[in-house]
């Protein structure tokens, strides 16, 4: 099968691209009735796999504890480029009305993980249709990637040879991924060099005192009044201690203790999280907040004790990787607009654990277009505009066709 020029290739996928939106659509709201979260997703699994069948994609299963599965079509490259999207839902009751609405109860798409995989399903139905009638200038991989959403599922992804040499395919020499952005416009794919999310850590702190009647409290060591003052000496982490030039986050998010009125309890657990966007500060914010706890709680006779969990590393984008995609866009993308993400984003993503084995490029899909109304991400009145489809399986197709070697 001989091979296709470029701009010829580029109008073909844009025909491609309008004929299986449709479907993405559909395949977009089923999902997001039938949300599943961090390693339950079952179901979701085994759409994404069925739709793969039907378009003759060959794939592997069973991946990341089950439910990841990486997918793979040839092409003339001897390296792959690589598509990332992330499939789990989150354990939020909806509280939208659309007709697709969750039936799973406490269960719901509201970080658009089903959008971004009908996404990735619809370019990978136009990229098989495209390799029927020509031979693809990349071989591609598709990983439909489990347990974004907090259980670290990119880094079992990798852990399993996600991105290896396998009989399937060549080995992956750049992967690419995107997320949806209430606030971007419709059609305007941003992306930035160096540092695009934080490291997303927590942490756990447990107060020990001595308990007492709570009408005689010098009687006892109130770990109430110990957990506060480390709350509040915890901001200062961040307003004095790091570059107000750097960015970071130090964040107390649940206080439990005691279950009586009248007794001083004698112990009290506090949780948070930390983001940084180096890792020198990453490393600063977990030494201080052992000390700041264990030194706080000594001058309220309080013992306390941290535990600091690494959860995500940072997101961060090689330069290379960075030029090649803006390269793309503007050469192969006409109909969407390129624009540079000012300041990154202190919120998580485990896409970073691709982006610490292999160059990377990570790049937001906007979404707003002047009659689509949603929630930011995370809320429960929260749905992804179905507009945005063909846009995003017309920019993960290009990418795959159209990176360089």
């Not at 139905?125 to 693809?136: F, G, H, N, P, Y």
């Not at 907090?150 to 995107?178: K, N």
């Not at 009290?268 to 706080?296: C, K, S």
């Not at 866009?329 to 919120?347: K, T």
Request: aromatic share 6%; net charge negative; hydrophobic share 40%.
């Amino acid at each position: 099968m001989v091979s296709t020029p470029l701009s010829a290739l580029r109008a073909r996928i844009s025909q491609l691209v309008a004929e299986e939106a449709p479907r993405a659509v559909e395949l977009r709201r089923e999902l997001h009735t039938h949300p599943e979260i961090c390693y339950e997703e079952v179901r979701t699994a085994a759409r994404i796999r069925a739709e793969l069948d039907a378009a003759g994609v060959a794939h592997l299963d069973g991946l990341a504890g089950g439910t990841g599965t990486v997918a793979f079509l040839a092409g003339a490259s001897r390296t792959a480029v690589a598509l990332r999207t992330d499939i789990d839902g989150l354990p939020i009751v909806e509280e939208g009305s659309p007709a697709w609405k969750s039936r799973t109860e406490g269960r719901m798409h509201a970080c658009g993980h089903d959008g971004h995989t009908a996404i990735l399903v619809g370019a990978a139905r136009v990229l098989a249709r495209l390799s029927q009638e020509t031979t693809l200038p990349n071989a591609v991989r598709f990983l439909f990637q489990p347990a974004e959403e907090g259980g670290a599922g990119g880094r079992r992804m990798v852990e399993d040879g996600a991105l290896d040499a396998r009989p399937e395919g060549p080995a992956v020499r750049r992967i690419y991924g995107l997320h949806n952005f209430p606030g971007v416009a419709l059609g305007v794919l941003q992306t930035r060099r160096g540092s695009l999310f934080a490291s997303s850590d927590r942490f756990e702190i447990e107060v020990h005192g001595q308990a007492a009647h709570a009408a005689w409290p010098h009687q006892g060591h109130d770990p109430i009044v110990a957990a506060s003052a480390i709350v509040t000496a915890l901001q200062t982490i961040v307003s004095r201690e790091i570059d107000p030039l750097d960015a970071a986050v130090v964040s107390v998010t649940t206080f439990h203790s005691g279950t009586a009125t009248n007794q001083i309890p004698a112990s009290a657990a506090l949780q948070g999280t930390a983001r940084a966007l180096r890792e020198e500060t990453r490393a600063h914010i977990e030494r201080r907040i052992g000390e700041v706890a264990r030194d706080v709680a000594r001058a309220h006779r309080c013992t306390a004790e941290a535990r600091y969990l690494r959860g995500y590393p940072v997101t961060r984008n090689d330069d290379a990787s960075v030029a090649e995609f803006e390269r793309i866009v503007r050469e192969e993308l006409p109909s969407q607009r390129l624009e540079h993400m000012e300041a990154p984003v202190m919120g998580g993503e485990d896409f970073a654990f691709y982006a610490e084995k292999i160059p990377s490029c990570f790049y937001i899909l906007g979404m707003e277009d002047g009659r689509w109304r949603s929630a930011n991400l995370h809320q429960p009145t929260y749905d992804f505009n179905d507009a945005a489809i063909p846009y995003g399986i017309e920019a993960m197709a290009m990418l795959a066709v159209a990176d360089r070697e």
